[in-house]
T-cell receptor, first 115, second 115 residues
Framework: DAKTTQPPSMDCAEGRAANLPCNHS???????VYWYRQIHSQGPQYIIH???NNETNEMASLIITEDRKSSTLILPHATLRDTAVYYC????????????????FGKGTHLIIQP | GAVVSQHPSWVICKSGTSVKIECRSL??????MFWYRQFPKQSLMLMAT?????????EQGVEKDKFLINHASLTLSTLTVTSAHPEDSSFYIC???????????FGDGTRLSIL
């Protein structure tokens, strides 16, 4: 799986949009970009994923550049509860069984929402 | 939807005892479940992949005789830490997914402390 690079920490004011960047310059054509977050002392929470098109759900938006070498997770109106470590993970698409698609977590970005 | 329940949430026991942790998918059937471990101030590390009805696949460096995994049904996987020692103290987290290329959904983790 391609390596990802994220800033170790970011601050964002409550109510503003939080934009979390991720660099995955070695991504290949069949690799998805997944975003998870982990609030302190809890299990990770799935946020969103995409292959090449931008995606939006009730939690966030995922913007993937045209060359797919980077992406940005956008939390449109950050709240204090969004303070967490955010992980950008690239994972190859699998077209057969076996199920050997465990996730490789990097260090992520510690997002701190300031009141 | 996609709720994963993990039990117990925390356990303290004496060195040499065995501890069983349960992971259940509550509202979906999970052909594959995953077990991760997280030490303080570190990222999650994949320990093993568990496919229903077959033997688990362990990551390099994880002792299969020490960390016994059973995935006897589509909604339940168990991890037994045998003859636990203080160095096994960690945060153990399971995840489950419906099929390949779909997001993994995580339990809230089990904090294991061996005295």
């Amino acid at each position: 799986d391609a390596k990802t690079t994220q800033p170790p920490s970011m601050d964002c004011a409550e109510g503003r949009a939080a934009n979390l960047p991720c660099n995955h310059s070695t991504i290949s054509g069949n690799e998805y970009v997944y975003w998870y977050r982990q609030i302190h002392s809890q299990g990770p929470q799935y946020i969103i994923h995409g292959l090449k098109n931008n995606e939006t759900n009730e939690m966030a938006s995922l913007i993937i550049t045209e060359d797919r070498k980077s992406s940005t997770l956008i939390l449109p109106h950050a709240t204090l509860r969004d303070t967490a470590v955010y992980y950008c993970i690239v994972r190859v698409a699998m077209y057969s069984g076996g199920g050997a698609d465990g996730l490789t977590f990097g260090k992520g970005t510690h997002l701190i929402i300031q009141p | 939807g996609a709720v994963v329940s993990q039990h117990p949430s925390w356990v303290i026991c004496k060195s040499g005892t065995s501890v069983k942790i349960e992971c259940r998918s509550l509202d979906f059937q999970a052909t594959t479940m995953f077990w991760y471990r997280q030490f303080p101030k570190q990222s999650l590390m994949l320990m093993a992949t568990s496919n229903e009805g077959s033997k688990a696949t362990y990551e390099q460096g994880v002792e299969k005789d020490k960390f016994l995994i059973n995935h006897a049904s589509l909604t339940l996987s168990t991890l037994t830490v045998t003859s636990a020692h203080p160095e096994d103290s960690s945060f153990y987290i399971c995840s489950a997914r419906v099929r390949v290329n779909q997001p993994q959904h995580f339990g809230d983790g089990t904090r294991l402390s061996i005295l």
